[in-house]
């Protein structure tokens, strides 16, 4: 199973492809972790990748698209998985597709989680993420038991560069005019699902394996 999480900054994409990815056995492959990964690594692409998101734009196509199609092309791909901010704009979809294509495969899913634009930006200075090992929590609605501490390894929680107010409203922008156009993609294809995101976490997810079965 093939499945993209389409969603605004912040709309709960992270949090719901770890839970579907560990439901069905699937990788969770997200390009904004990949490149926070090479940030924290300090190699080149991180660095590059790093003057993009620190002002809320999209790191360039050729950088990610190379990125992606490196990582689906793995062996734990060969059964499927779920796409976690990618793709973002109209080119890196056709990209996906036309990579698809050629294997006689296609993308089973689009999953919309759909959240107001209101609701955002709230959530984003709440969020702490795990140095080590990327878990997300809220400090209000997914507090973690320990405040500032990892449930799962016990390292430092963090607030995101790119989640300051200023940013964030940067990446909304970004979200609505080069985003937001493959909602239209996908349902011309007939794989698109509108979930309701801003509902409690465990009801969203409930939503998506109605749909996923
Ligand atoms: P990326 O890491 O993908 O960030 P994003 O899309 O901006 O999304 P977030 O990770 O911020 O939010 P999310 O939807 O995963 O929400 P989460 O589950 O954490 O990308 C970062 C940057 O990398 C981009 O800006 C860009 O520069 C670059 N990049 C990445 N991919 C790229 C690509 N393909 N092309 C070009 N550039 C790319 O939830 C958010 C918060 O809300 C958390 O605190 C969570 O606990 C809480 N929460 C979640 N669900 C709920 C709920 N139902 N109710 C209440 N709270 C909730
Ligand atoms: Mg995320």
């Known amino acids: ?69 490196d990582r689906v092309a793995k062996d ?55 140095v080590n090992c990327g878990a997300t929590y809220h400090i209000v609605n997914v507090p973690p038991k320990k405040e500032g501490i990892c449930d799962k390894c016990g390292s430092e929680l963090i607030l995101r560069d790119d989640d300051k107010e200023e940013t964030v409203k940067n990446r909304l922008t970004v979200y609505h005019d080069q985003t937001q156009p493959l909602i239209d993609f996908y349902s011309e294809r007939k794989v698109l699902k509108n979930v309701d995101g801003t509902l409690d976490m465990m009801d969203v997810f409930k939503a998506i394996t109605n749909i996923l079965g």
């Open 1 to 69: 199973m093939k499945i993209i999480m389409l969603g605004a900054p912040g709309a709960g994409k992270g949090t719901q492809a770890k839970m579907i990815a560990e439901k069905y056995s699937l990788p969770h492959i997200s390009t904004g972790d990949i490149f926070r990964a090479n940030i924290k690594n300090g190699t080149e692409l991180g660095m590059e990748a790093k003057s993009y998101m620190d002002k809320g734009q999209l790191v360039p196509d050729e950088l990610t698209v190379k990125i992606l199609l």
């Open 76 to 130: 734990d791909c060969k059964n499927g998985y779920v796409l976690d901010g990618f793709p973002r704009t109209i080119p890196q979809a056709k990209v996906l597709e036309d990579a698809l294509n050629k294997t006689g495969e296609k993308i089973d899913y689009a999953i919309n989680v759909d959240v107001p634009d209101e609701n955002i930006i709230k959530r984003m200075s709440g969020r702490r993420a795990c």
